[in-house]
């Protein structure tokens, strides 16, 4: 099976490279549509997915170009996917086959048949051939400027002698790394909480339609809008291929800045209650929090320091959660157990408040754009709280 597809690939090939160097034989052009599938349920489905289909009458069915392949199996896999640095691969294959896996998982597909002249549709499908070749099909993946539908998006821009990028690059409609990541992951809780507290000021500046299609649902709706340069539509026509059976995700980021604030208030409150009344069943709820906060301040730490994630560099967020609470761990444990902390935990409670109100207060400058607002909101009001119920010198003075 692999051999027949083999030879059925390398004689589309060969006619697709006689073609673009002969153009004066008859061959009859390949149709060229982008495919565009619905978001899935599993976590690296959340963002959708996209490839070419080239339609050629010098093979017996289409073929998909499909630019999103990784090997879990493969030697590093995981430890390249922590560190930012993973391969995926271009393969081709039936389209029908490539359909098959959405049609069962319920994933809607829509395919745009683009307006290509003879000589552009054959020069796209020699390139993709070309790049098909297992010396040609991997490439270091980037969630954000370099993964499946960025590839697609370049190579019809390739195509069009880059007329699709000058129409796109101008243009905004505000959404932000941050808010579509966000957006995408909201049927997910935790990847959604994870994107929104991992990601740095760098996900928070407006995109143009250029760079907001990395989202490949994006990239369907622009290639709706992009014309010809003699003002024909880029898009001569557009098929639904499969139904959208999934829930789908929102069409706005969740706006939860009300929520937070009221949160805040209302564990700061429980806080300096809890002081009075349970202080040690606060210092067991201390213990808990700072070991979350330290831990999690820790994966950011990481990130920026240990990482090729940029989209985490410099995260304001490590201000709020900081890797330092998990020195509070031994004061917290020690007021569990009625004892008084050392006087190093008192330096450190300091610390980590201020750093918080440093947090709270960098909302104010306009040149840091980072979208934490609601981290502030929840977390500031909590911090200032613990300093003031756990400081030994402010527990001493209230007795």
Request: positive net charge; contains cysteine.
């Amino acid at each position: 099976m692999a051999r027949t597809e083999g030879r059925r690939h390398a004689a589309w090939w060969v006619a697709c490279l006689l073609a673009w160097l002969l153009p004066g034989l008859a061959f009859a052009a390949p149709r060229i549509g982008v495919l565009t599938m619905e978001p899935g349920e599993i976590f690296w489905e959340r963002f959708g997915h996209n490839a070419i289909v080239v339609d050629d009458p010098a093979t017996d069915q289409p073929l998909s170009y499909n630019f999103g392949f990784f090997d879990l199996d493969e030697p590093g896999f995981h430890w390249n996917f922590v560190r930012g640095r993973m391969e995926y691969r271009l393969e081709v294959l039936p389209a029908a086959s490539d359909l098959a896996y959405y049609q069962r998982t319920g994933r809607g597909a829509v395919i745009q048949w683009l307006d290509l002249a003879p000589e552009e549709a054959r020069a796209m499908a020699a390139r993709l051939a070309v790049n098909a070749l297992p010396e040609n099909a991997r490439y270091t993946y980037d969630y954000y400027t370099a993964n499946c539908s960025t590839r697609v998006r370049d190579a019809v821009d390739q195509a069009l002698g880059g007329q699709l990028r000058a129409q796109l690059s101008g243009r905004s409609q505000g959404n932000t790394y941050r808010s579509e990541s966000v957006r995408l992951a909201a049927p997910a809780p935790w990847m959604a909480l994870g994107f929104h507290v991992g990601l740095s000021g760098h996900a928070d500046r407006p995109l143009s339609r250029w760079d907001e299609s990395f989202i490949p649902m994006r990239l369907r709706d622009a290639l709706r809008e992009v014309k010809r340069a003699d003002g024909r539509p880029l898009v001569l026509a557009e098929e639904k291929l499969l139904p959208h059976r999934l829930v789908p995700p929102p069409a706005e980021a969740p706006r939860l800045r009300t929520q937070a604030f009221l949160a805040g208030l209302a564990l700061a409150v429980l806080v300096l209650v809890a002081g009075k009344r349970a202080p040690r069943a606060l210092a067991g709820a201390a213990l808990a929090f700072w070991l979350l906060a330290g831990v999690a301040g820790g994966v950011m730490a990481f990130i920026w320091f240990g990482t090729s994630h940029l989209a985490g560099h410099g995260n304001e967020n490590l201000l709020l959660l900081s890797p330092l609470c998990l020195g509070l761990l031994p004061g917290a444990w020690a007021r569990l157990r009625g004892r008084s902390p050392s006087k190093r935990f008192r330096i450190l409670l300091w610390i980590v408040a201020g750093s918080a109100a440093v947090a709270g207060f960098l909302k104010f400058l306009p040149f840091l754009p980072q979208q934490n607002v609601e981290w502030v909101l929840l977390l500031l009001p909590l911090h200032w709280a613990l300093l003031r119920t756990m400081d030994p010198k402010a527990a001493d003075g209230d007795d």
